[in-house]
Nanobody, 116 residues
Framework: QVQLVESGGGLVQPGGSLRLSCAAS????????MSWYRQAPGKERDMVAH????????SYLDSVKGRFTISRDNAKNTVYLQMNSLKLEDTAVYYC?????????WGQGTQVTVSS
């Protein structure tokens, strides 16, 4: 069982930056692939960024490439999402997900609002 707790969301102006954190419980964090998803009102939940467990390879949603960076610190059981040059359309609830094989764990989400 893994518990995930996101933090770092908030209100930011267009062009601003935020860094989300997702802290995981347990001692096997390094074995999990980690992802950030987001869901805007009335829309489906989309994967924003992914980082593998073994080599830390990353992948991104096209619309956030060059602006968002996912990283992990296995010593701290934490995955991060650095979000720069934020746009109005980045407004959503952001969720952290841990994956090991067919097992997925989700966090409770953190709200990110981009508004002037």
């Amino acid at each position: 069982q893994v518990q995930l707790v996101e933090s770092g969301g908030g209100l930011v102006q267009p062009g601003g930056s935020l860094r989300l954190s997702c802290a995981a419980s347990g001692s096997t964090f390094s074995r999990y692939a980690m992802s950030w998803y987001r869901q805007a009102p009335g829309k489906e939940r989309d994967m924003v960024a992914h980082i593998t467990s073994a080599y830390g390879s990353t992948s991104y949603l096209d619309s956030v490439k060059g602006r968002f960076t996912i990283s992990r610190d296995n010593a701290k059981n934490t995955v991060y999402l650095q979000m720069n040059s934020l746009k109005l359309e980045d407004t959503a609830v952001y969720y952290c997900k841990a994956t090991f094989g067919f097992i997925n764990y989700w966090g409770q989400g953190t709200q990110v609002t981009v508004s002037s």
